[in-house]
């Protein structure tokens, strides 16, 4: 059955950087997007932006823009996503989720808690 | 951007009985693309709905979605215990995607 499976948690100090990876299986990695979404604590869907998995374009919100890069790895069937100069703002669970696109995302990684503190 | 709101906020009932949500849309979302997630603590969200009406693979049919425009609901016809979660709904016509706040189905 598909899958996404992300990296484990991980902890940085403000002003770094945090990559967080999303590997594929069960279905053509290039024949769809990859959506990342994230969570701060206790709150709503944040969606950050897509990367079109056979032509690597991408489509990022504006808040984002020039601080998060997606970018993949077809030989390994992985996408990553990286967030820099990180603030405590940037703490939350990112989720890597399939999509087409301009479409629904239907199935989603299990999450990866980055938490920023000094 | 398109702003989609979601009420109630939480919506508290007991199993069996049906609940009703709604989520309005700031502009007309193009070619009813508007879909249902459900959420439970410490996991992903779910697909339920997209295309606004059509149900995703495994979903159970008490789950339906309808509207158009700028106003969608979600409907489910008789909670099942597992169904108490955060329901989101998310429009994918325009950049940026957004996501509604969300609403709360509690015991």
């Known amino acids: 059955q598909v899958q996404l499976v992300q990296s484990g948690a991980d902890l940085k100090k403000p002003g770094a950087s945090v990559q967080v990876s999303c590997k594929a299986s069960?279905?053509?990695?290039?024949?769809?997007?990859i959506n990342w979404v994230r969570q701060a604590p206790g709150q709503g869907l944040e969606w950050m932006g897509w990367?079109?998995?056979?032509?690597?374009?991408?489509n990022s919100a504006q808040k984002f823009q020039g601080r998060a890069t997606m970018t993949w790895d077809t030989s390994i069937s992985t996408a990553y996503m990286e967030l820099t100069r990180l603030t405590s703002d940037d703490t939350a669970v990112y989720y890597c989720?399939?999509?087409?696109?301009?479409?629904?995302?239907?199935?989603w990684g299990q999450g990866t808690l980055v938490t920023v503190s000094s | 951007e398109i702003v989609l709101t979601q009420s109630p906020g939480t919506l508290s009932l007991s199993p069996g009985e049906g609940a009703t949500l709604s989520c309005r849309a700031s502009?007309?979302?193009?070619?009813?693309?508007l879909a249902w997630y459900q959420q439970k603590p410490g996991q992903a969200p779910r697909l339920l709905i997209y295309?606004?009406?059509s149900r995703a693979t495994g979903i159970p049919d008490r789950f339906s979605g309808s509207g158009s425009g700028t106003d969608f609901t979600l409907t489910i016809s008789r909670l099942e215990p597992e169904d108490f979660a955060v329901y989101y709904c998310?429009?994918?016509?325009?950049?940026?995607?957004?996501f509604g706040g969300g609403t709360k189905v509690e015991i």
């Open positions: 989720a399939r999509t087409r696109g301009y479409s629904h995302s239907d199935f």
């Open positions: 069960a279905y053509t990695f290039s024949g769809y997007y």
């Open positions: 990367i079109n998995l056979n032509s690597g374009a991408t």
């Open positions: 502009q007309t979302v193009i070619s009813s693309f």
């Open positions: 295309g606004a009406s």
């Open positions: 998310q429009q994918y016509a325009f950049s940026p995607l957004t």
